[in-house]
């Protein structure tokens, strides 16, 4: 009897791994009607019965049902008791975001590190000729002080083959990061330095991960942050407390 329940439930297994193979070829496969070029990384159930949650290369999701005949394109959000509407997309979002984040080495970053005890740290996309960015740099002292270390990323904000993504490439190329990016941000010139840099790669990252100007701060738990923000107003969102 065990035997017969057990080849029961294996071939349920079975079954249930082709349905779901079946549904995630259709749903491609209604995609590519649209456009051949569409890179789908995954489909799996979605939290709403019925539907199926769909991970494009871009990093958007969307949501499709079974058949790839409806397509949800936008926010889902789930009602809870305790925490009112939960934005089911943009915790998704905020998951690939970490993600891509934590892969970018930490010699690949300007690090400016909590004094003492580390409590937290942010990561954020920086342009040296933006104002706010200068203004957030100077924030920076401030949040060190109170145990928030700053890994900064470059997203210059015109571009590759423009000035200022030039001056990127300066800071990154730099012996001494930390002293070239405070005083790129204080307006002084670097010396010109050619070598191998990440600045392009990580502003193509920066457009993945949905950064459309900066600064953009994101968290360790991929929650972006868009714009200027005061160290003291930063730290309390981290839960620090003065």
């Known amino acids: 009897m065990r035997i017969k329940t057990l080849m029961a439930g294996a071939l349920l297994l079975?079954?249930?791994?082709?349905?779901?193979?079946?549904?995630?070829?259709?749903?491609?496969?209604?995609?590519?009607?649209?456009?051949?070029?569409?890179?789908?990384?995954?489909?799996?159930?979605?939290?709403?019965?019925?539907?199926?949650?769909?991970?494009?290369?871009?990093?958007?999701?969307?949501?499709?049902?079974?058949?790839?005949?409806?397509?949800?394109?936008?926010?889902?959000?789930?009602?809870s008791d305790e925490k009112g509407f939960v934005n089911l997309s943009e915790a998704k979002m905020n998951t690939q975001r970490a993600a891509q984040l934590q892969a970018i080495p930490s010699a690949e970053k300007v690090v400016f590190k909590a004094k003492d005890v580390e409590k937290a740290s942010v990561y954020i996309f920086t342009d040296?000729?933006?104002?706010?960015?200068?203004?957030?740099?100077?924030?920076?002292?401030?949040?060190?002080?109170?145990?928030?270390?700053?890994?900064?990323?470059?997203?210059?904000?015109?571009?590759?083959?423009?000035?200022?993504?030039?001056?990127?490439?300066?800071?990154?190329?730099?012996?001494?990061?930390?002293?070239?990016?405070?005083?790129?941000?204080?307006?002084?010139?670097?010396?010109n330095l050619e070598c191998e840099n990440p600045v392009l790669a990580q502003y193509e990252v920066g457009q993945k991960v949905g950064v459309t100007g900066t600064p953009a701060i994101i968290t360790k738990d991929g929650q972006l942050i868009p714009g200027y923000m005061p160290a003291e107003r930063l730290a309390a969102m981290l839960g620090i407390k003065p």
């Open 128 to 191: 040296v000729d933006c104002p706010y960015c200068r203004k957030l740099h100077n924030e920076v002292p401030k949040l060190q002080a109170m145990g928030v270390s700053v890994e900064y990323l470059a997203f210059p904000r015109q571009g590759p083959n423009t000035a200022t993504f030039k001056k990127m490439t300066n800071i990154w190329c730099a012996e001494d990061k930390v002293d070239a990016m405070t005083r790129s941000k204080q307006g002084k010139s670097l010396k």
């Open 14 to 79: 079975a079954s249930t791994m082709v349905v779901a193979e079946d549904t995630k070829d259709i749903i491609i496969k209604q995609l590519q009607k649209i456009d051949q070029r569409i890179p789908v990384v995954s489909v799996k159930e979605a939290q709403l019965a019925g539907m199926y949650e769909v991970e494009l290369g871009s990093g958007e999701v969307i949501f499709s049902d079974a058949k790839g005949e409806y397509f949800l394109l936008g926010q889902l959000y789930q009602l």
